[in-house]
């Protein structure tokens, strides 16, 4: 009675042995907050309770971001079709995901989604957290599952440990993509010319052609800020310009169903748009150039098309003026 007495202490001592060491293995939680640095004008983006902003889970998610662990074949990641130097948009009319196989629509810049309301061109998903499923599920674009994901994440040296110590959990879908969303609310771009000579009152940061251009952009001969509107240059809303007579991608339609949004877009802001070309939806307008003659001419006259885009007449000056300015 006496051994077994023993024993049975011997193997609860080696129990409370494991689990103080395995408890020990396990990374404490760091919420070392991460500050956004905010330009002139920006007031602080909204914020999900169950995924405030700490270093941890930045880090995590631009890791990532950057990482091609996320597609089926291990060939594109998100970075592949959001360029740092293009803005964190591409360079294509539509971007390439495995195998080759091409998206239907034009990459968008990243920056100052924290503002979004809506994501993609058709505002189908609501959310930044939501949003990140979608590429990695998509047959054009990682072509893979979020099951696949996990279990892939779940066998690699550090990911583990990191999201961990972001979210003090183990792999899961609910660590990705919260992550992911982290990173890309940090993408944050202002302090332009134009925020210096409007916000900050520098009268030496536009040009004289410049000056005339914005004149242009903000009165009511052209009507560009109606729709390009505050600090983010769009008024999230959806709107038809007249690209086409007749559209193959039915914009908003697509996810309402609702005939009266067929070939409605997102308003996209204008934040880096020298760095964003080619531009439209489908990528199929060159530069800036082809985009203002495109509202120079005053559209296809599409059913939806906007009443704010009409014909400008605009001299060749003034069309050079408006594209510096942009």
Known sequence: MKKLSQLLYLIAFIYLLIACQTKEEVPTIDETPFELNLPVGFPMPAMPANNVLTKARVNLGEQLF??????????????????????????????????GRLGFRNSPSLFNVAYHPFFFKDGGVPNLEMQVINPIQDESEMAFTMTGVLQRLQQHPDYPSLIAKAYGRSVDAFSVTRALAAYQRTLISGNSPFDQFFYQGDSTALSLPQQRGMDLFF??????????????????????????????????????????????????????????????????????KAVIEHYNSGGKGHIHQSPKVQKLNLSEEEQQDLESFL
């Open 66 to 99: 950057f990482d091609p662990i996320l597609s089926v074949d291990s060939s594109v990641s998100c970075a592949s079709c959001h360029i740092p130097t293009a803005a964190f948009s591409d360079t294509v009319a539509l971007s390439k995901g495995v195998n």
């Open 219 to 288: 009165s009511e001969r052209t009507n560009c800020s109606h729709c390009h509107s505050g600090f983010n240059f769009t008024n999230n809303d959806f709107a038809n310009n007249g690209l086409y007579l007749n559209y193959e991608d039915e914009g908003k339609r697509r996810v309402t169903a609702n005939p009266a949004d067929e070939a409605l877009f997102k308003v996209p802001s204008l934040r880096n748009i020298a760095l964003t070309a080619p531009y439209m939806h489908d990528g199929s307008l060159p530069n800036l």
